[in-house]
């Protein structure tokens, strides 16, 4: 078998098995198994999340609007912060952008 790139392997393993659902795989049929691709961004539609530095945590705030840039600098309530880095959501299938914060002294 020939691999076109990165993670090839896993894919054409994956293609073509089935997987039984139910409880311990038993109880239904199998059903086909199928790689499951996000169709569009969230971040099209206009929202991204700030994962925001707290006392006694991280908080997640959501946004409308385009993501901010790395090493922009934002206000809530009266703290400011900066964007040290962008990414992606930390919710599961969420595809939404997320902007990590770090309060400025």
Known sequence: ?????????????????????????????AVPLELVRPTASTDEAGSYLLFVPRPSGYGLVEHEGPAPATGARLEIGDTAYVVTKLGRSPLPHDGRSCAYLQALA
């Open 1 to 29: 078998m020939k691999e076109g790139g990165f993670g090839t392997g896993l894919l054409s393993a994956i293609k073509g098995q089935r997987v039984r659902t139910g409880e311990n795989g038993k109880g239904k049929a």
